[in-house]
């Protein structure tokens, strides 16, 4: 029987950079590598992995980077990547591997577990570990975000996909000394069933949904597209922010759905998320529960979202946001 040792995250990399995510993976596994007394391991693969990266992946907590480079690693390809990432949980044995709950984790973690037979938890918003048992209690968000559970798993390794934001990296230190360790990829193309036939890349303008610090989102009660693109957006430009939306404004074609936020779109986790006329239904609020703190503005009293905010506001968005906006532009000019 194998004997089952260390972390191990699968790092994403963003224009040759580790992505914000990773940083937040290497911060939380080098916590529960040093509460076992094993080295932290960090996965990064690509047609080319840029030595930068390495050096930023041990500089925020790594102990070992495997660097798998191919070819066939260019683009991300499910049946390409979990090839790579299997074969080094099997030769490694790792008690844990983290990955974020992110679109490529989504699709990767439960190809892995199916792969080793072991369990898995999606979108983890906390995680500990038992002094005894030394298994992870994985924290996540059930029946629509209105409760939350905790599991665990006895099988190894524990697979875990961790929401953005809700870990925090460690202090850069480029000072840390760790090893890169080459891998040969061995990827096997008889059982790839597909190919990437195109590939369309958004044209993002400003700050990304979810890297924004500060989200302005409006819901079906803002009437129509105009004020997403006026009266939000001033105030998200105010607060250096970005622009979401609930289901009914993408679905009615007000917004592009990539700034959908709920459970069927992205789940954010900003310092700062203000919800402008907008209900409150639970799918919504699985994809915002984890920001920081909760404003909320809207006409009815009783509306749900006031049940989760930690600031509201009964009143017309059109009167409310304006006034606000015009405050915040003179406190910050003072």
């Not at 963003?14 to 080098?30: F, H, P, V, Y």
């Not at 069927?264 to 209900?279: L, R």
Request: charged share 25%; glycine share 10%; net charge negative.
């Amino acid at each position: 029987m194998a004997e089952y040792k260390g972390v191990i995250i699968f790092g994403e990399l963003a224009n040759g950079k580790l992505a914000s995510m990773t940083a937040e993976l290497l911060g939380c596994g080098r916590n529960f590598a040093d509460e076992l007394q094993e080295d932290l391991c960090c996965l990064l693969a690509g047609d080319k992995v840029n030595e930068a990266a390495t050096k930023e992946a041990i500089a925020f907590g790594a102990d070992k980077v495997y660097v798998i480079e191919d070819a066939l690693l260019k683009e991300y390809q499910g049946e390409t990547f979990v090839q790579v990432l299997e074969k080094l949980a099997r030769e490694s044995s790792p008690k844990i591997i983290l990955m974020g709950q992110t679109p490529v984790g989504r699709d990767l973690a439960p190809r892995l577990a199916f792969r080793l037979g072991v369990g898995l938890s999606t979108d983890c918003v906390d995680l500990s570990m038992d002094s005894e048992t030394k298994l992870l209690q994985q924290t996540k968000p059930v029946y629509g975000g209105n409760a939350q559970a905790i599991f665990t798993c006895d099988s190894m390794p524990q697979i875990v996909t961790i929401r953005a934001k809700t870990m925090s990296a460690m202090e850069r230190d480029d000072s840390r000394k760790g090893t890169a360790m080459p891998v040969k990829a061995e990827i096997d193309m008889s059982r790839v069933g597909t190919k990437i036939v195109e590939k369309v890349k958004e044209e993002v303008t400003g700050i990304k949904l979810e890297d924004a610090p500060v989200i302005v989102s409006g819901g079906r009660g803002i009437g129509s597209p105009e004020p997403f693109k006026t009266t939000l957006k001033e105030l998200a430009d105010v607060l250096h922010g970005a622009v979401g939306a609930s289901r009914p404004p993408a679905d009615n074609g007000w917004v592009p759905e990539t700034v959908h936020v709920g459970l069927t779109g992205k789940i954010v986790a900003p310092e700062v998320y203000i919800a402008i006329a907008i209900s409150g239904a639970s799918q919504h609020v699985a994809g915002c529960s984890g920001s920081k703190t909760i404003v909320a503005v809207n006409k009815d009293p009783e509306a749900n979202i006031f049940r989760e905010a930690d600031f509201g506001v009964v009143g017309r968005y059109e009167e409310v946001v304006p006034a606000f906006t015009a405050k915040l532009k003179e406190l910050l000019t003072a």
